[in-house]
């Protein structure tokens, strides 16, 4: 069985984009807008050092909400592999949620089981790559990251380098908390990742 570190995409991996009709943090819509966080390469390398396999888990409603299309997501898969590779690091799988509850686009519109907080993507990465959830881990910058980490039963590691207020909620409470993805990757090489090796 494989071990996995399993990574939210905006606010890990690349940055998130503020949206000012909204008032909050969103993917980036343009491709001028993606960049790669400071060190996120560096530690997706050090994941696939340490044995595990990188996977994006990643909550997309972009094209359900019509701010993006397909081609467009594709674009910005290609432009984040090509930066990575240009680091010598490697994305062992990409798992999107297209859904969305209030979807305008109808064929998107879906109370699915993959939108995090679920788990959804997790457990069909685990099934289609042969991940062992149980000594695996999920980091992400939401609490709705470790929602879904919690709920496929991986150890859950929160990036809370904007300080975001934590939950008192109980279902949200990570096992660690790190600046930013390098720490993240230390905190598991601390917990003895690096023991472990793909057979
Ligand atoms: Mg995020
Ligand atoms: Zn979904």
């Known amino acids: 069985m494989n071990r996995a570190v399993f990574l939210d995409r905006d606010g890990v991996i690349n940055a998130a984009i503020y949206n000012p009709v909204e008032g909050k943090l969103d993917s980036p819509y343009s ?41 467009f997501l594709e674009a910005v898969n290609a432009r984040l592999r090509r ?9 062992d799988a990409i798992y999107y949620c297209l859904h969305h ?12 089981d993959c939108r995090k907080p679920k788990p959804g993507l997790l457990r069909r990465a685990a099934q289609d ?3 062992d959830l149980a000594r695996s881990y999920m980091v992400g910058d939401s609490p709705t990251d470790v929602q879904a980490g919690l709920a496929a039963g991986c150890r859950t590691i929160l990036i809370d380098g904007e300080r975001r207020p934590q939950p008192a909620d109980s279902a949200a409470t990570p096992h660690h908390t790190a600046s930013d993805l390098l720490a993240a990757v ?3 090489k601390r917990e003895g990742g690096i023991v472990w090796r793909s057979s």
């Open 101 to 112: 509850p209030h979807a305008q686009v109808k064929a998107l519109r879906a109370e699915c």
């Open 83 to 91: 930066h990575l590779t240009q680091e010598a690091a490697f994305l």
């Open 186 to 188: 230390e905190a598991i």
């Open 31 to 71: 491709l001028e807008d993606f960049r790669l966080l400071a060190g996120a390469a560096q530690a997706v390398r050090a994941i696939s050092e340490m044995g595990f396999l990188a996977v994006v888990v990643s909550n997309q409603p972009g094209i359900a909400k019509g701010k993006c299309d397909y081609s």
């Open 129 to 131: 790559l042969g991940i």
